[in-house]
């Protein structure tokens, strides 16, 4: 059963993507539109437990193949260099910057709409230091907000800036730019 859910999750990151059991490991595969395909296999057990793992790491994988990246090369980046890319970014100094930098934005106005969901991302990326990527991040913030749509895309709009800036600005790695798709703001949580 987990499987297929398994299975269906990879699939959602990007159409011709798929995973298999290769000797109870995690193969990893793309076949993208014009017949060509390619394989990598994961340093991961074929078991339910690392599921979540998995899928971080194929998001991972994904966003280094946004870059140019062949699937192998990719796949070698993702397990070697996104840890290092994550623990030198000094992302409280790159928030300041950030604030700094919208000089025709009021102070209440940072404060009502922007920096909740900085102080948020900034906890997930200095104190858990589970998050390496601009998607994974998104889910963590906004979930804060899921019912709430005014509040979901004024954090969503005032995150994904903050993201670009860092990219754009500060030279920090794509893998930092926002998705492409904006997230739901999801059904109201009960009261």
């Known amino acids: ?10 699939k959602g990151i990007s159409k011709g993507w798929s995973v298999q059991n290769a000797r109870n490991k995690v193969w990893l595969r ?3 539109s014009n017949a060509n395909t390619q394989s990598v296999l994961l340093p991961f057990s074929w078991q339910e437990n690392n599921v979540s793992n998995v899928l971080i790491r194929v998001r991972n994988i994904y966003n280094l193949t946004l870059d140019g990246n062949d699937l192998k090369t990719a796949a070698f980046l993702a397990e070697n260099k996104n840890n290092k890319l994550l623990n030198n ?6 928030a300041k910057r950030f604030k700094n930098s919208l000089t025709n934005v009021a102070p209440i106005t940072w404060k009502n709409k922007y920096e909740a969901a900085i102080n948020e991302a900034l ?8 998050i390496n990527n601009a ?12 019912g709430k749509t005014e509040q979901h895309a004024i954090s969503r709009r005032a995150l994904w800036k903050f993201l670009k800036y860092c990219v754009n600005r ?3 790695s794509n893998v ?8 739901s703001a999801g059904k109201r949580k009960p009261t």
């Open 1 to 10: 059963m987990w499987e297929k859910v398994f299975r269906n999750q990879i």
């Open 30 to 32: 793309v076949r993208k």
């Open 89 to 94: 970014l000094d992302w409280n100094d790159a």
């Open 123 to 130: 906890y997930f990326l200095t104190q858990t230091r589970k």
């Open 135 to 146: 998607a994974d991040l998104t889910d963590k913030v906004l979930q804060k907000w899921i």
């Open 170 to 172: 500060l030279n920090y």
């Open 176 to 183: 930092w730019l926002p998705p492409t798709e904006i997230p």
